[in-house]
């Protein structure tokens, strides 16, 4: 039933940001108590949690990333962001989003994925 659709440029040149969009449908990203996330899975490695926002707005990011990334939303639009600034090409992956039922709970629904191709 909730369907999530990421856009966005599939070629970023290092030192730039990556800016993605999760876009959902059937659901609402306001609707307590939600947790919209962004994963990522470079080549031949596992999926790496980027961050998450919140039903609230609150957002959660990782460690290893925080310094870099942003993820915002537009409620009226009913879709989320991402952004991971001064990229390499060790950002190179396959982005996805994805929606869990609590910050507690792994995705339940995922995006398709689009790639994300870090080169100059």
């Known amino acids: 039933q909730v369907q999530l659709q990421e856009s966005g440029p599939g070629l970023v040149k290092p030192s730039q940001t990556l800016s993605l969009t999760c876009t959902v449908s059937?659901?609402?990203?306001?609707?307590?108590?939600?947790?919209w996330s962004w994963i990522r899975q470079p080549p031949g490695k596992g999926r790496e949690w980027i961050g998450n926002?919140?039903?609230?707005?609150?957002?959660y990011y990782s460690p290893s990333l925080k310094s870099r990334t942003s993820i915002s939303r537009d409620t009226s639009k009913n879709h989320f962001t991402l952004q991971v600034s001064s990229v390499t090409p060790e950002d190179t992956a396959v982005y996805y989003c994805?929606?869990?039922?609590?910050?507690?709970?792994?995705?339940?629904?995922w995006g398709q994925g689009t790639q994300v191709t870090v080169s100059s």
């Open positions: 994805g929606r869990a039922e609590t910050i507690l709970t792994g995705p339940d629904y």
């Open positions: 059937g659901g609402s990203i306001t609707t307590n108590y939600y947790s």
């Open positions: 926002i919140l039903y609230s707005g609150n957002t």
